[in-house]
């Protein structure tokens, strides 16, 4: 079956570094995506990972180990305007089609 | 660039009655696009693809239907809402890899 796991809430303070993980089970991979939800609003487009290893933008990281299942989207010097709902999404491989993950609601404190 | 365009924003509706919503696109050709729903807390549900013109894949059995027109152009319609219909509707296109969303309509089925 198709499955993605993510944690539900995660906590963390302004400045900090928070690290959000994804594991995932899939009948097919062409690769996994990081959306980031604000309250209300539409999901926007974070990161892909197709190969294994680190991609860099900015004050965001996205790591991908296919071996593994596994995936984890770094935030570094947070700021309040991070708090949201981090999706991570696995293309299954036909027709660019998309598995979510529930989300991982993170909350920034002062 | 590319938009995309998503209406209503809202919408109330009674149990029973139709529904229509219409996505478009700007700015591509013959992009592959995606219906889909967000129960509140929950993750993004696949409801229908369409890789083109009258060309429609239904992810999950429902009340619900969807029509493909013209090329940029993907309307999600139904002859009778049930309450559980309730939720966050978003369009989505993708060109090569990445998706990227509509604004999104809520719908509240009373």
């Known amino acids: 079956g198709q499955n993605i796991d993510q944690p539900t809430e995660m906590t963390a303070t302004e400045g900090a570094i928070v690290q959000i993980n994804c594991t995932y089970q899939?009948?097919?991979?062409?690769?996994l995506f990081w959306y980031q939800q604000h309250a209300g609003e539409a999901p926007t487009f974070l990161s892909y990972?197709?190969?294994?290893g680190l991609e860099e933008k900015g004050r965001f990281s996205s790591f991908l180990s296919r071996s593994k299942g596994y995936s984890y989207l770094l935030l570094k010097e947070l700021q309040m305007k991070d708090s949201a709902s981090y999706l991570c999404a696995v293309d299954g491989g036909a027709t660019n089609k998309l598995i979510f993950g529930t989300g991982t609601l993170l909350a920034v404190q002062p | 660039s590319q938009t995309i365009h998503q209406w209503p924003a809202t919408l109330v509706q009674p149990v029973g009655s139709p529904l229509s919503l219409e996505c478009t696109v700007e700015?591509?050709?013959?992009?592959?696009l995606y219906w889909y729903r967000q129960a509140a807390g929950r993750g993004l549900q696949l409801l229908f693809y369409s890789v083109g013109i009258g060309q429609i894949s239904s992810e999950v059995p429902q009340n619900l239907s969807a029509s493909r027109p013209q090329d940029r152009q993907f309307i999600l319609s139904s002859k009778k809402l049930l309450l559980s219909d309730s939720g966050f509707y978003l369009c989505?296109?993708?060109?090569?890899?990445?998706?990227?969303f509509g604004p999104g309509t809520r719908l509240t089925v009373t």
């Open positions: 990972n197709v190969l294994d």
């Open positions: 899939t009948s097919g991979f062409n690769g």
């Open positions: 989505a296109w993708s060109g090569s890899y990445e998706q990227y």
């Open positions: 700015g591509t050709s013959n992009p592959n």
